[in-house]
């Protein structure tokens, strides 16, 4: 069964920074792909950041290069996204995933968290 669990949201100003955490489980980093997805008010649900260790691939979202950094403690079954310079248009719901996907400009997952609220305010 794979359960991941969110947390490390809340409201920060913009130009600050914020790390979410992701507790994992009933699965292996090293057989599925883990990464981040959010949901803005009003939006539809985009992709954030997705990394594979079978194939090596790290994927970001043109809006958020540079500035996100996803990375994952494989003893502790946690999942990172070190979030910098965070400006409001990052403002929204943030899930982790497992089984992340790209292909070109297109984003998938098969499981989600319950989502943390990440608020930047101006």
């Known amino acids: 069964e794979v359960q991941l669990v969110e947390s490390g949201g809340g409201l920060v100003q913009a130009g600050g920074s914020l790390r979410l955490s992701c507790l994992a489980s009933?699965?292996?980093?090293?057989?599925?792909?883990i990464g981040w997805f959010r949901q803005a008010p009003g939006s539809v649900r985009e992709g954030v950041s997705c990394?594979?260790?079978?194939?090596?691939?790290?994927h970001y979202a043109d809006s958020v290069k540079g500035r996100f950094t996803i990375s994952s403690d494989n003893a502790k079954n946690m999942v990172y996204l070190e979030m910098n310079n965070l400006t409001a248009e990052d403002t929204a719901v943030y899930y982790c995933?497992?089984?992340?996907?790209?292909?070109?400009?297109?984003?998938?997952?098969?499981?989600w968290g319950q989502g943390t609220q990440v608020t930047v305010s101006s």
């Open positions: 009933g699965f292996s980093f090293d057989d599925y792909a």
């Open positions: 995933s497992a089984e992340c996907s790209k292909y070109g400009y297109s984003w998938f997952a098969k499981y």
């Open positions: 990394s594979s260790a079978r194939d090596g691939t790290v």
